[in-house]
């Protein structure tokens, strides 16, 4: 599966785990979010966080609100913490709309077909290897509304017209998150309260905006993968008192 993965990530956080960054410095907001680690000396941020929080500062509106929401349920003198989660549905569907148009990989862990079976109408014989598209489903015309867009409120709302029960999860499909059915991913529901609670924190924690001289941050995607094609930079103001920052 070498083959499906971000080798240049992998590179860069390998190099930050062992030692041999040429630069001991973070050049860019990169390295910054892969070089941060919590107390017991473990990453603190996932890919999807990255992403998740870097869709956000372009769209100011929709950083705006999502802060507004964490504001009004967990307040300023305390952070996030996971019981506010079921609280915080338009994080989430912030965090949910990242997972759709940012995926970790371009297709997902390759399935052999066990026998002859159609699915959709498509005949697919015993032995065939299987690999979905994370990209082509979650980018789908067909089954969303400007599908290259960043837009939170797509899954604010149930296809019978009322309020969406949030989820990082697909159960239909309509992109790959942690996957579903037999073979789905065993650490969904934990991947999904880290990547909330990151994110929250992130929103809570700081005011983000585009470097000095930028009017928003380049989000172009790389020809070859689905790195950025340019290096991420962004600036991070605190807007809590500061004395909930932790200090060494």
């Excluded at 014989?125 to 489903?137: D, N």
């Amino acid at each position: 599966m070498g083959v499906y993965h971000d080798p240049i990530i992998e590179e860069r956080i390998r190099q930050w785990r062992n030692g041999t960054m040429e630069n001991k410095v973070p050049e860019d907001l990169l390295d910054v979010l892969i070089s941060l680690m919590d107390e017991s000396g473990k990453t603190l941020l996932s890919i999807e966080d990255i992403k998740a929080q870097v869709e956000l500062i372009n769209p100011s509106d929709i950083l705006r609100k999502a802060a507004a929401e964490i504001d009004m349920v967990v307040g300023k003198s305390s952070w996030v913490q996971e019981s506010d989660i079921p609280k915080l549905n338009y994080v989430k569907v912030c965090a949910r709309e990242a997972l759709r148009l940012h995926p970790l990989a371009p297709f997902n862990v390759p399935h052999v077909s066990i026998s002859d079976t159609v699915v959709s109408g498509y005949f697919i014989p015993k032995g065939s290897h299987i690999l979905l598209s994370r990209t082509g489903l979650g980018q789908n015309h067909r089954i969303w509304h400007e599908p290259l867009k960043f837009n939170p409120e797509r899954h604010l709302t149930a296809k019978n017209g009322g309020v969406a029960d949030v989820d990082l999860a697909e159960q239909e499909l309509r992109f790959i998150s942690f996957s579903t059915g037999r073979r789905g991913c065993v650490g969904g529901l934990l991947g999904t309260a880290i990547t909330i609670m990151l994110l929250a924190r992130l929103i809570q924690g700081f005011e983000w905006s585009a470097p000095l001289g930028e009017s928003m941050i380049d989000l172009s995607e790389s020809a070859n993968d689905l790195l950025l094609a340019k290096s991420l930079f962004a600036h991070a103001k605190p807007r809590l008192p500061i004395h909930i920052y932790p200090v060494e």
